[in-house]
């Protein structure tokens, strides 16, 4: 097909089927999500985040011998480089988290010596290292906006508990643990969504694997994609109380504000993953500690489906779940991306195993052709 013609457009290429997957299966029609074969809410009941990261990259849940050497090799890679370290310590306190996790990403890419090598053991290699890394790069982001020391990772700890006892110094209760865990395992992956299409795109020039994780970190920071959860939460403060969701809502609906967290390209009928992260808000606000925090949650929910019909999509609980567990509002993107390194990576091993460039075609509607005019 000629650039000349008149094809169909697919604005945003929805609805486009543009490759196949053997990674996770997003199935509106039964509201489902599988990662290798396996439904989402069977894995956030059963496993730990690590156990998920192993099925995402390696088809197959580990055995023990498998997790403990797969647990193992994560824990000896958290620690990062000195010169990262004073890289970070450098960056602007008023820039945004996700700019440092971009940055960070493109630097341990550049001091890596096998960047260059795409073979899959290599690629596997450097998708654990990230994994490792990511949580340190956050954790020590945050602190160093408070004027705090960074705390070393400790890797007798589990990922999460880690990761907690870097951004606190302690480590929560088991029923936060969890609920973290969940979220992580539910933000792992989701086919070709925008940012994982991104690192696909990268990937299909034959370009390196920080290349494309440093470019799908820039995709997921907007705030139609992995930048909603955040969203949420400035959406939730603007409001401020329960009973002004309605009038809030009158207008917001009035000017055509996107409501941050709700609608989907792919679920109309909700998102597969809501309910088993409503389930953890649930238990976390039983206690009441959200306050009217969650009654304007609840309303704000169930006035986007009584006038609109449209569901909250995953950022939606996740954003308060975040904000309850104390972290700022602007590291909870960040914190998306410690998980869906897992997926990204693997999709840049799917495409780099059966590459095609990625190069779509676009109906050209500028001035017709004409002649450059004598210049003086
Ligand atoms: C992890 C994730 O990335 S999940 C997505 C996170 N993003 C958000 O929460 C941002 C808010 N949501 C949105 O902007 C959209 O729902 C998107 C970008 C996620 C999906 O958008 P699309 O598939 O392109 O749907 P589209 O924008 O065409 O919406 C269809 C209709 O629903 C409306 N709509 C969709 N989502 C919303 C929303 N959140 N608030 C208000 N109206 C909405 C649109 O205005 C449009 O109405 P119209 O037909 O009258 O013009
Ligand atoms: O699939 C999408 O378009 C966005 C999404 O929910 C995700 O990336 O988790």
Redesign the pocket.
């Given at each position: 097909m000629s650039e000349q013609t008149e094809p169909t457009i697919h604005r945003?290429l929805?609805g486009v089927v543009v490759d196949t997957t053997s990674v996770s299966m997003v199935n509106p029609e039964t509201n489902s999500l599988t990662y290798r074969g396996y439904p989402v809410q069977q894995l956030a009941a059963a496993c730990t985040f690590e156990e998920v990261a192993y099925l995402i990259w390696h088809g197959e849940l580990p055995d023990p011998g498998q997790l403990e050497a797969f647990t193992a090799d994560e824990r000896s890679r958290r620690a990062i480089s000195p010169e990262l370290q004073q890289v970070l310590l450098a960056m602007p306190t008023d820039c945004h988290p996700m700019d440092v996790l971009r940055t960070a990403v493109s630097w341990i890419g550049a001091a890596d010596p096998t960047e260059e090598d795409a073979s899959p053991e290599a690629n596997l290699a450097k998708s654990v290292d990230l994994l490792a890394k990511l949580p340190t790069v956050v954790a020590l982001d945050q602190r160093r906006r408070q004027g705090r020391e960074p705390i070393a990772p400790d890797p007798e700890l589990a990922y999460t508990p880690n990761f907690f006892r870097m951004c606190f110094g302690e480590v929560p209760g088991d029923d936060v643990l969890r609920a973290f865990d969940v979220s992580l395992i539910l933000y792992a992956e989701?086919s070709f969504?925008a940012s994982t299409f991104t690192a696909r795109v990268v990937t299909s020039t034959l370009s390196d694997l920080h290349s494309a994780v440093t470019a799908a970190i820039g995709a997921l920071k907007g705030?139609?994609?992995?930048g909603?959860n955040e969203?949420v939460m400035h959406t939730l403060d603007e409001i401020g109380t329960a009973d002004r969701v309605s009038g809030w809502l009158d207008e917001a609906?009035a000017t055509?504000?996107?409501?941050?967290?709700?609608?989907?390209?792919v679920y109309k009928n909700g998102d597969s993953r809501v309910p088993t992260m409503q389930a953890e808000l649930d238990k976390i606000t039983a206690d009441g500690r959200a306050g009217d925090l969650r009654a304007t949650y609840d309303a704000l929910g169930a006035e986007m489906l009584a006038r609109?019909s449209?569901h909250p999509?995953?950022?939606y609980p996740s954003g308060l779940v975040y904000h309850l567990m104390g972290f700022e509002t602007a590291v909870f993107t960040p914190i998306f991306v410690m998980s869906r390194i897992t997926g990204w990576t693997a999709h840049v091993m799917e495409q780099l195993a059966g590459n095609a460039l990625i190069r779509p075609l676009s109906s050209y509607v500028g001035p017709a052709e004409r002649a450059v005019p004598p210049r003086s």
């Open positions: 945003g929805a989701h969504n705030p139609l994609h992995g909603a969203a609906l055509k504000r996107k409501i941050m967290g709700f609608g989907h390209r609109k449209i999509n995953l950022d």
